[in-house]
């Protein structure tokens, strides 16, 4: 289920933006034995995670820095609440921020919007009424069940296509099918009836619906994508005629379902889990319906939850913190405070921008691209296995990157604003009726996008406080926002070996990803293509393939290993970048050291085993003391730096050490 459907661009960015690497604090150890260790030992001795997130990172701490900032010009803002004109950002910002934190009017008025809602599909007799009253459902609240489109460009050309998205269950594809732990399905199942009780269910039938929902989406589970094909842009830009689409929903009556989308003009579409879909539309019939029709119920009141009133917000607040082993809640005004900066980010980007990107930030981090992407070049002009047809492509591609950094220009607004209509209470609005009513807004601006053309010179990736960054290869760009240009990523105070093993990493890391197995299927335009000659091409795909195995030996926590076929094109970025910011840091000892450690230094972190495991099983980055260690343990000139030698923990034999560019 998804409120406020918008554009799906694939990219490749810098770290997950939920899950971190963990390591818990140990003995000292020595830099050739464990050089993630060494480096942080203190730095994890000292951090805790805080009692209502589920990770600590410097990526995390910063990022928090950067909401308290934003929370700050959020209360100056919502302190002059009723002075704005109507659909400025100040406007939407403190009547938002307004509807968010009035926990009383919340109370009063959710449920009856979410009755409402509702109420189309209580009364459906049959399944095609069931699939009239999702659409009712979609068009009245913006919410979907079972599945719903969206718009993305085409892998061969600038116009915008539907993309058709199967719901994807709450729990992952791999909690699913094997319990995370003892107790955690029965948690889950409880979590479900507890939601159809205040929808109204009679406990004992909403104790039997839940069970019967849990086996449904387990009977979904096997053909759900693998982590590895929801991170394989191959897959995911994988597209059928229109008259496929609809042979995959006979029973949800694809051919209904598109025409009331009015997708009727489209010849093709994408989906990439055309299996999955399928597996959906076997359920739909009519011996399911009363728990289908439940089904439907706990997705709505689920994915409303977090804007309705206490109640229905606190069951689904007390199962996301079991689920991901977090022992406290956030106060209602630091909730609402990060919920309006979710949902306006744009207009707290452009706050950001204004005292926190810095002009002489953004050039020095210019140049130090400008000097990264010089070293590729050279690399591949001189590379010994590409034929002189693929290493000119290849050139062509990094020489037309484009760069993005800090943040958006005023005048470069997103092509589908998140809350273009927001209501104060003053005129009858409430939280949830602002987020139904924008969601039904947001859905209309991305069906208009269907048919018209992409702008590849637009800012996509993450806003100007987001600590993270980004390769996008459908305008093949690398974006790096102002929100991680702070310590210990970036600072003009900082060696500059330090700042080549934070930012400059990051920036190599992005460029790689032009360059892997998932971006080297676009050309320099941002179209899929193959551009390379059949006999570079094996030898490239032979060389990455050896990223795998060589990760999926790093151990992560009890009983857990590394995913390499899952984290292997992370890793090669991670490579990449780490061998351009040595070859620029040259033979100077003093330079590679501040590099190498703060390298290591900025990917510390800690995580519950919760998170820990779903991470493994998900996140296509390594895990943190792998990405670390692995990464380093690949670089020649890090065994000189520190004398690394036969027997050492940080020794790989020369003949077993990753690289592809």
Known sequence: MKYGTKQRLAALVLTALLAFGTAQAQE??????????????????????EPTEPSWSWFKEQSLKNTKILEQELHEIAAKEGSYAKGTPEQKISDLYRCAVDMKRRDATARQHLQDVLAPVRQAETTDELTQALLQVREASGASVFVDYTADRMPDSLRYAARIVPTETILSKYELEQEPHPGAWQAYKTYIADVLAEAGCPAEEAARQAEAIFAMEQRWAPAMLSSEERNDFAVLNTMYRRNEIEAFMPHMDGRRLLSSWKLTKEKKLFLADAAYLQKLDEAYVQDNLPLLKSYAVFRIMDGFAPYADRRLRDLQRAYTQYRFGITKSRSDEETASRMVQGLLPYEFGQ???????????????????????????????????????????????????????????????????????????????????????????????????????????????????????????????????????????????????????????????????????????????????????????????????????????????????????????????????????????????????????????????????????????????????????????????????????????????????????
């Open 351 to 661: 706050i950001y921008m204004k005292d926190h990107c810095s002009p002489d930030a953004v050039r020095d981090v210019t140049a130090m691209i400008d000097e990264i992407r010089g070293v590729y070049r050279e690399r591949l002009l001189k590379n010994d296995w590409l034929g002189e047809d693929t290493k000119k492509e290849a050139v062509g591609k990094l020489d037309a990157l484009r760069v993005f950094v800090g943040g958006p220009a005023a005048d470069d607004k997103p092509i589908v604003e998140d809350m273009p209509d927001v209501i104060a209470e003053a005129d009858g609005g409430d939280l949830l009726r602002n987020i139904m009513h924008n969601a039904v807004l947001v859905q209309a601006q991305v069906h208009r996008l269907i048919g018209t053309d992409f702008d590849p010179d637009k800012w996509y990736a993450f806003q100007p406080q987001d600590v993270n960054a980004a390769y996008i290869p459908a305008n093949n760009s690398i974006t790096i926002p102002a929100g991680i240009l702070n310590p210990p990523f970036y600072s003009p105070d900082a060696s500059y070996g330090a700042n080549l093993g934070g930012i400059g990493v990051v920036i190599g890391h992005e460029i790689s990803h032009a360059f892997d197995p998932n971006g080297s299927q676009y050309d320099k335009d941002g179209n899929m293509k193959n551009w390379w000659t059949a006999g570079d091409y094996a030898r490239f795909r032979q060389k990455a393939a050896a990223f795998a195995p060589y990760y999926s030996r790093y151990k992560v926590g009890e009983g857990l290993y590394e995913n390499g076929a899952l984290v292997a094109n992370e890793a090669i970025a991670d490579c990449g970048g780490l061998s351009v910011a040595t070859e620029i840091a040259g033979c100077d000892e003093e330079t590679l050291r501040d590099l190498y450690r703060n390298f290591a230094a900025i990917f510390a972190s800690k995580m519950t085993p919760q998170l820990l495991l779903q991470s493994v099983q998900t996140d296509p980055h390594p895990i943190m003391q792998a990405r670390v260690n692995g990464a380093l343990s690949a670089t020649d000139s890090f065994y000189e730096a520190y004398d690394v030698e036969n027997g050492d923990g940080m020794y790989v034999a020369p003949e077993q050490r990753v690289k592809l560019w």
């Open 28 to 49: 000292p150890v020595s830099e050739r034995d464990d050089f993630y260790l060494a480096v942080n030992g203190p730095t994890l001795a000292e951090k805790q995670i």
